[in-house]
């Protein structure tokens, strides 16, 4: 059992027990958010590294990385590690995949809107996963087939049954800008359909708010695991779906995702397709 639910049907009072190694994961989320809180009201100390065009990391991801890295192998000392700011072997059986702080743009520009996502693999199956939002200490966790929880209380995802009037997530393809186009396409479509979208810069916490019925549904083009794996199990915890631009299970390596529930999931897929250029639709 990956994690268990007591509750009472009729008064719908749960108690959620996590599984061990969400505990840890919880525990360096939270240590890893106390490091990004402290610099928070200061970020004209912090050193700022750009790793690409509009790709920004800092002396604050590094070391909440490190404090992440250094409780896990404590904890788990012959699991592997993929991380942001330090890379690692993606082979490993057992894996955890960690983004210190998703949503570094913001944060270095004093937006409050950023997080922290840690996930366990093994075998290539999403596991477990924390999204954690110092900021406003929000603790999204998720175990296979144990449900979803923020701050310990079950969540879904919305019930929409169509697109209209829906509230729908993105990120701009800012790390593949040969996408503009196919992207401004999408964009286009979907805007025709919704009641409005939003693009609040943290992929890990949107779709933590997809998982929470915040939005209806998120798409994004070129993301990096870090960026997806907590986030991609919550969403299934709570009911929805999560798969590539094609429908299908290989949004981890192509980076491109759609998130929703399974009605939303179909019609963003129909209503996107057009736009695709071959090189999305793999």
């Known amino acids: 059992m990956l994690g268990a639910v007591f509750g009472n049907h009729s008064t719908r009072s749960w108690i959620f027990v996590m599984h061990p190694i969400v505990n840890i994961a919880v525990r360096a989320a939270r240590r890893a958010g106390d490091i990004i809180m402290r610099s928070a009201d200061r970020i004209d100390t912090v050193s700022i590294v750009t790793k690409g065009k509009n790709d920004f990391a800092s002396d604050v991801d590094k070391r909440a990385e490190a404090e992440i890295i250094k409780i896990i ?32 743009t913001n944060y270095l520009h004093g937006l409050p809107h950023y997080a922290v996502s840690i996930a366990m693999q093994h075998r290539g199956k999403l596991e477990h996963a924390v999204v954690y939002d110092p900021v406003r200490q929000e603790l999204f966790t998720a175990s296979r087939g144990a449900g979803a929880q923020l701050n310990e209380r079950r969540i879904r995802v919305a019930p929409a049954k169509d697109l209209s009037g829906t509230l729908l997530g993105t990120g701009f393809p800012f790390r593949s800008e040969q996408h503009i186009d196919a992207y401004l396409g999408m964009f286009k479509a979907l805007f025709q359909h919704a009641a409005d979208i939003r693009r609040p810069g943290s992929a890990a916490l949107d779709l ?9 549904g998120f798409w994004e083009i070129g993301l990096s695991k870090w960026d997806i794996a907590g986030g991609a199990l919550l969403v299934r915890e709570a009911g929805g779906l999560v798969g590539d631009f094609a429908g299908g299970e290989n949004f981890m390596e192509s980076g491109n995702l759609v998130a929703a529930n399974p009605r939303i999931f179909k019609e963003i897929l129909q209503t996107i397709r057009p736009h695709l250029t071959p090189d999305l639709q793999k």
Do not use: Q
């Open 73 to 104: 192998r404590k904890a788990y000392p012959n699991h592997g590690i993929l991380a942001e700011e330090s890379g690692g072997d993606s082979s490993a059986d057992t894996l955890w995949i960690i983004d210190p702080l998703d949503g570094t």
């Open 208 to 216: 933590a708010y997809v998982a929470a019925g915040r939005l209806d």
